[in-house]
């Protein structure tokens, strides 16, 4: 346990020393002004335009967070071989790849706090210079919202990206595997929402159809975008959502780190 | 050779500006949104991922654009394809992001003043009416439209009852909603909703129902 704790402290003064971590959380700070920007082309509903650029900018740059720490890290430390830095008596490799992942999840907690204060600051902008009609029951809270809820959806992709990492061979692999995993994350919702359209499940055969929705399982619903779109719109999200929300991306973030420990503690390094 | 390199530098950065300045003065580049129109609505889901209220905010840019070449640029012969093509990003828009009030306010400040995208208007609204249920303006303004522009007074009545059960609603709607079903006083009723509708669009956007007030005005000597 104290090497674990050891290995997280490690990880993230490592990667809060990073000049690109550094980037990432200056980036979050400053989306609402290009929330601000953007929205002037608009001119009636400036606050639902407003909290869309900041959704997608933020979360584009904690994905980005992911595959560029997380994945080179790792990339680093397996495909460079330098995690036997750590591999040494007492630090099983249980304890290694825990400690890194709690690092990385610690580190991507920071950004998170960021982007709520921002969003939040964002809203209160909002509902100080723009009138009623514009701004649909946006309300403060929603920022605090918005960040949990993508918070909780990256903690399953990191994990997904910590599985693929100790499975691949070395950074191009990696960053390959993980880049096709998550396109294939936000891509899959859509398609398999289509298939249950009662006109395309006509001409597609249940085989098909069948195989595409197993296939979703496989990913994490990666769909932020509801949300936000929900939030943009003053509708609030119920209670049990949010509690099956949690749920399904702690259990897949359970099940990906799992089968991340069994395929590491049995890999040649 | 440093001379040399900064010299091809200021020759590039001259001849860049130059081409950059000359693409933007072409008007080819935006009449591509006119002429290609949008993807089908599942594609632009699938692309979008989860950046569909980004992918929402930019169909309705290219409505914007596409107003902007019908009043501006387009010639004539033109225009009614235009027309289409901007019924077709609000409809695509409804239906990636039904919530989107934008949709419904350039559809019954634009579109349904337009020679042939009434019905497509009706269309659109009565789906964000469907979508915002909470939300009495929009039943009200789509069995409006229904009834003072395609002149189906049962549709109408549809969405006017729709409105009425609505919480929120004004008691001024629920008297033009009346005064509307009222044949007799249909003229008088579409005159002050008019007048309505022109408080809550932007002045740039007053031209289409400046001139239907005008022709009910008209109409009414």
């Known amino acids: ?269 | 050779m440093q001379r040399l390199l900064w010299s091809m530098l200021l020759f590039a950065t001259i001849t860049y500006g130059a081409s950059r300045m000359l693409i933007s003065d072409s008007s080819a580049i935006l009449s591509t949104v006119v002429q290609s129109g949008p993807l089908p609505s599942v594609a632009q889901q699938i692309l979008a991922g989860p950046f569909i209220g980004m992918v929402a905010d930019y169909n309705i840019l290219a409505v914007f654009t596409i107003y902007d070449q019908i009043t501006y640029k387009l010639p004539d012969s033109e225009k009614q394809h235009a027309w289409r093509q901007l019924a077709s990003y609000l409809q695509r828009t409804s239906d990636i992001d039904p919530l989107f009030m934008d949709t419904y306010r350039l559809s019954s400040g634009l579109l349904a003043y337009s020679e042939h995208g009434t019905r497509d208007a009706v269309a659109i609204l009565a789906k964000g009416a469907e979508a915002r249920s909470w939300d009495w303006e929009l039943p009200f303004l789509t069995g409006f439209i229904a009834y003072d522009n395609l002149k189906d007074s049962d549709q109408a009545f549809y969405f006017m009852e729709m409105a009425t059960k609505r919480p929120g609603v004004p008691p001024v709607a629920i008297g033009l909603a009346s005064h509307m079903l009222t044949q007799e006083q249909g003229l008088e009723a579409s005159i002050s909703f008019l007048h309505y509708l022109l408080t809550t669009m932007p002045a740039a956007y007053h031209g289409q129902i400046q001139r239907r007030l005008r022709e009910l005005k008209e109409s009414a000597l």
């Open chain 1, 1 to 269: 346990m104290t090497t674990t704790i050891e290995i997280t402290r490690i990880t993230i003064l490592e990667i809060i020393r990073m000049r690109i971590f550094q980037f990432f959380a200056v980036a979050i700070l400053i989306t609402p002004i290009i929330a601000l920007v953007f929205s002037n082309i608009f001119i009636f509903d400036i606050g639902k335009v407003r909290i869309d650029v900041f959704a997608a900018a933020t979360r584009l740059l904690i994905t980005s967070y992911i595959l560029f720490v997380a994945v080179t890290l790792m990339g680093r430390d397996i495909g460079q071989k330098s995690c036997y830095q750590f591999l040494m008596p007492p630090v099983s490799r249980h304890a290694y790849l825990t400690g890194r992942f709690a690092g990385l999840t610690l580190c991507m907690l920071m950004l998170m706090v960021i982007t709520m204060i921002a969003g939040e600051l964002l809203i209160a902008l909002t509902l100080s210079d723009t009138s009623e009609i514009y701004r649909h029951g946006i309300t403060q809270g929603q920022g605090f919202t918005l960040a949990i809820l993508s918070f909780v959806q990256h903690v399953s992709l990191l994990a997904m990206v910590m599985m693929i990492c100790v499975w691949a061979t070395g950074l191009a692999e990696m960053l390959v595997f993980s880049i096709a995993a998550i396109f294939l994350g936000w891509t899959l919702p859509p398609i398999i929402h289509a298939l249950q359209n009662q006109e395309v499940m006509q001409h597609v055969p249940p085989l098909i159809s069948s195989l595409t929705n197993s296939i979703g399982y496989i990913f994490p619903q990666l769909n932020g975008g509801d949300i936000a779109v929900a939030l943009a719109h003053g509708v609030n999200i119920s209670s049990t959502d949010i509690l099956l929300h949690f749920t399904e991306h702690f259990s897949y973030a359970l099940i990906m780190f799992v089968l991340a420990l069994i395929i590491f503690s049995r890999r040649d390094l």
